[in-house]
């Protein structure tokens, strides 16, 4: 899995919206608000699969949040 694949793997088990830092719920990849503020081509594109087109899905999402750096969660450590 690339860096950028652990990443959002870590992102969508977390709380935190990478858009906009507020509170999201588990497997969601945005809050409610950030959400809502996409057209629905986006929206729908949000529910590909990873490897299969959501990696490009959640970056033409971020850019037409106007998101430079999402707030991704601090990688957890391997054991």
Excluded: I, W
């Excluded at 057209?39 to 949040?65: C, H, I, T, V, W």
């Amino acid at each position: 899995m690339t860096p950028m694949g652990r990443k959002l793997v870590e992102s969508l088990s977390s709380s935190l919206c990478p858009a906009c830092g507020r509170k999201k719920k588990h497997a969601q990849t945005l809050c409610y608000g950030c959400y809502k503020s996409l057209p629905q081509p986006l929206k729908s594109a949000l529910y590909a699969r990873l490897g299969n087109g959501y990696e490009q899905s959640f970056n033409d999402a971020m850019r037409y949040l106007e998101v430079e750096t999402p707030a991704f969660p601090e990688a957890r450590e391997c054991q």
